[in-house]
């Protein structure tokens, strides 16, 4: 992976996702599901990589070696990025478990049962043995959304208590805190 800033959102590129409260970086690959029959026309796709960074990075091959944390539809990622509140940072190849089928959670109010999509077209039935926490993704997750899932997800991964890093009382992330 070489590290180069991209104006736009591209086919395989790095993208910089500022955690909440300047908890620092996470980093996610982006695939072009319109450049990508598997993928079902699916447009904005990030990959978001196992590995997070209190400041920018610097080497981006530490990042070729990082399992995926998790899948996100991304609503809005053109002008997030052109605005440069995410930044493409580089660029990598495309392997095949990125195209991989999604599977997202999804309702269409909030009335609605949840049911889950293949590539978010085919409706599904939750298997027995899991439960619907299991499906973190949903369809079309917004990037401000986005950042806070990450930063909620990291702070659980590193075993660390929210309300010590973030204001678990703001309206916008108070309904995420379990």
């Not at 990025?81 to 495309?94: E, F, L, N, R, S």
């Not at 973190?136 to 401000?144: F, K, L, N």
Request: hydrophobic content about 40%.
């Amino acid at each position: 992976m070489i590290k180069k800033e991209y104006k736009r959102a591209v086919d395989g590129g790095i993208i910089e996702i500022p955690l909440w409260n300047n908890f620092g970086y996470a980093y996610a690959k982006r695939i072009d599901g319109t450049k990508h029959p598997e993928l079902e026309g699916l447009i904005d796709l990030i990959r978001v990589f196992n590995y997070w960074a209190k400041k920018p990075l610097e080497n981006l091959s530490l990042l070729a070696s990082k399992p995926i944390l998790n899948t996100y539809l991304v609503a809005g990622l053109p002008p997030t990025i052109t605005k440069k509140q995410w930044k493409v940072i580089g660029k990598a190849a495309i392997l095949s478990e990125d195209l991989a089928p999604v599977l997202l959670k999804r309702r269409f109010d909030d009335d609605d049962p949840w049911f889950l999509t293949e590539n978010g077209h085919k409706k599904m039935a939750l298997p027995a043995d899991r439960s619907w926490e299991d499906y973190e993704q949903y369809a079309y997750q917004g990037t401000g959304n986005i950042e806070i899932r990450l930063t909620l997800k990291i702070l659980e991964l590193e075993g660390l208590d929210p309300k010590d890093h973030i204001d678990v009382t703001d309206q916008r992330i108070k309904w995420m805190i379990k």
